[in-house]
């Protein structure tokens, strides 16, 4: 599969291969992420979450960890699909307010 | 209902018109957020609005003014924008608290000429 340790703004994965997608938060306060994925012309899709108090969590073909020692969360895509391609962006939110922080992004795109 | 529903999906408009972007949702959710999107960079959070106030504004120009009349309904006023201000709006809600995901609307694709 493909895997990088750093942020990286675009990824390109084989179909059938696993992709590794990673993020670097700042906020040590931070309580809460998410994992959202935008396609084009479209608003952000909610993929999956976790909360500061767990260190990883499983969805379907999605699986998210979070290393709060080191600030880092990652997403991993299972099997990855043609309908994967997108931009993926990690968010995070403080422990006592509605701000919602977005990281950078990576595109992602799947090669048949 | 899981929809977050945002008109109109396009707007073109000049530097002197006054326009509304509206955004609406059913899921009851007292949280509603502006964000604002350039080409290829993650959202901006604009403005948040908690129980129909509004709670945040990240120093956003007076030219986009936001206004919640209701729990289900979001606006954004916009009034003597630039070219700059061209982006992609998003609306998006959530349950109030601090473990809740924010659901987005599809945005309104805005040019300012």
């Known amino acids: ?112 | 209902d899981t929809e977050v529903t945002q008109t109109p999906k396009h707007l073109v408009m000049g530097m002197t018109n006054k326009k509304s972007l509206k955004c609406e949702q059913h899921m009851g959710h007292r949280a509603m957020y502006w964000y604002k999107q350039k080409a290829k960079k993650p959202p901006e959070l604009m403005f948040v609005y908690s129980y129909e106030k509004l709670s945040i504004n990240e120093s956003v120009p007076s030219r986009f003014s936001p206004e919640c009349p209701n729990s289900s309904l979001l606006n954004l006023h916009l009034h003597a924008l630039q070219p700059e201000d061209s982006a992609l709006y998003l609306c998006a809600s959530s349950h109030p608290g601090v473990n809740t995901e924010a659901f987005f609307g599809q945005g309104t694709r805005l040019t300012v000429v």
């Open chain 1, 1 to 112: 599969g493909e895997s990088v340790g750093l942020h990286l703004p675009t990824l390109s994965v084989q179909e059938g291969d696993n992709s590794i997608i990673n993020c670097a938060y700042s906020n040590s306060a931070s309580d809460y992420f998410i994992w959202y994925k935008q396609e084009s012309g479209k608003g952000p899709q909610f993929i999956i979450d976790i909360r500061s108090n767990m260190d990883k969590r499983q969805g379907q073909r999605v699986t998210v960890l979070l290393n709060k020692t080191v600030k880092h969360l990652s997403l991993q895509i299972a099997a990855t699909q043609p309908g994967d391609s997108a931009v993926y962006f990690c968010a995070e939110k403080g422990s006592n307010d509605y701000k919602l922080s977005f990281g950078a992004g990576t595109t992602v795109t799947v090669r048949a």
